[in-house]
């Protein structure tokens, strides 16, 4: 026998035994899973949507030995653009100008993250979960707790709903429990609806929040300190297509993502999955985005890409210098004009909160079609 053939048949060999490893530690783990209480298999759902999230995909690597045959090294994980949950806070001062430019993501990129606020609702919720899992994207749901301690059955549905929305891999966001405007409210009051908020999804999920979004957007000094404590990511939002105000017309709230995403090169859509109108509308985003990107593609031109909110949030890191430079150059205009002379120019802001007519930098024009 050849050497080169005997090299062949010890990597064959390593590979089956990899095989064989991974069918046995599978037929353990099924055997493991009969024995499971209700408790741990309610774990193992929510640790199978974190590794979800993760998206990691070990794999085995073998190396040739100083004799020429296959030697196994161990696992690994791929780095390509698997980013783990949590991640380091982008804005650890929970600025709200700050948060507003960062749910922009990165700039120019095209690239869209879709959140739903105020679920979990029984009838809408769990119909948008399965238009996801079909078109295969991951979003940010923005819960609100009071459906997870309501009179039953709507508490058990609730529950179940979200235990299922982080099963198939979304992230859940704190929305507060009853979806007050947080400015109105003592400090007390702020903590209670955002900390026990947080007690509802952990003590279904097993695991706290990372991302806040205060109701309306709605923000003061006290909301911010809280967000800071927690170590919490304020995040918003950049397209606001202002869907409970266009009742039962799935085709404008529609249409209205759309024109946000064109303007924008992409962003952080809202919707809320409360309304059966704006779950209707979701198909006919994908469907355009789908349209659109098949001709970008024949005409050479960069597609849009839906991603999870790992992923999106590490591009919007990229932005991070960007405000940094927009915040000094602010902080210098203030001190030049507090010094009594002529303020300095700062027309060259990068960004700016989405109420304002605006449109991203990275986008040749003004609608990107």
């Not at 005997?6 to 064989?20: I, K």
């Not at 007690?199 to 006290?222: K, Q, S, T």
């Not at 960004?351 to 609608?367: H, K, L, N, Q, S």
């Amino acid at each position: 026998m050849s050497r080169s053939r005997a090299q062949v048949l010890a990597f064959r060999a390593a590979a089956l035994l990899a095989v064989l490893s991974a069918i046995a530690t599978g037929a353990i783990m099924a055997i493991s899973n009969t024995r499971r209480t209700p408790e741990a298999h309610r774990e193992a759902l929510v640790d199978a949507g974190v590794r979800a999230r993760m998206r990691v995909r070990p794999r085995m690597i073998v190396a040739q030995g100083d004799g020429g045959g296959a030697e196994p090294i161990g696992t690994v994980i791929p780095p390509a653009d698997e980013v783990s949950w949590p991640p380091p806070l982008l804005n650890p001062e929970a600025h709200l100008r700050t948060a507003w430019d960062l749910s922009m993501g990165r700039p120019g990129a095209r690239e869209v993250l879709f959140s739903f606020d105020d679920g979990p609702n029984p009838g809408t919720t769990d119909r948008l979960l399965r238009m996801l899992e079909q078109a295969q994207i991951h979003a940010v749901f923005f819960v609100c707790g009071w459906r997870m301690e309501a009179e039953e059955p709507l508490r058990t549905r609730a529950r179940n709903i979200l235990r299922d929305t982080a099963a198939a891999g979304h992230i859940i966001g704190n929305h507060t429990v009853h979806h007050r405007v947080l400015p109105q409210l003592t400090a007390a009051q702020i903590a209670y609806e955002i900390d026990h908020n947080a007690d509802l999804i952990e003590e279904v999920l097993g695991e706290r929040p990372h991302l806040m979004r205060p109701p309306y957007g709605a923000y003061n000094e006290d909301v911010r300190r809280h967000i800071v404590a927690l170590h919490n990511e304020l995040w918003l939002w950049s397209i606001d297509p202002h869907d409970y105000l266009v009742v039962g017309d799935s085709e404008t709230v529609a249409q209205r993502v759309i024109l946000g995403i064109a303007n924008h090169a992409g962003g952080t859509v809202l919707l809320h999955d409360t309304h059966a109108w704006s779950v209707n509308a979701v198909p006919k985003i994908l469907r355009w985005l789908h349209d659109t990107n098949r001709e970008r593609q024949e005409q050479g031109r960069p597609v849009y890409e839906i991603l999870d909110a790992p992923r999106y949030l590490e591009g919007a890191r990229t932005r991070l210098p960007m405000i940094h430079a927009a915040e000094a150059q602010a902080q210098a205009q203030t001190r030049t004009r507090d010094a009594g002379h002529e303020p300095v120019d700062a027309s060259v802001e990068p960004t700016a909160p989405p109420a304002m007519a605006v449109y991203d930098a990275g986008a040749p024009d003004p609608i990107d079609p």
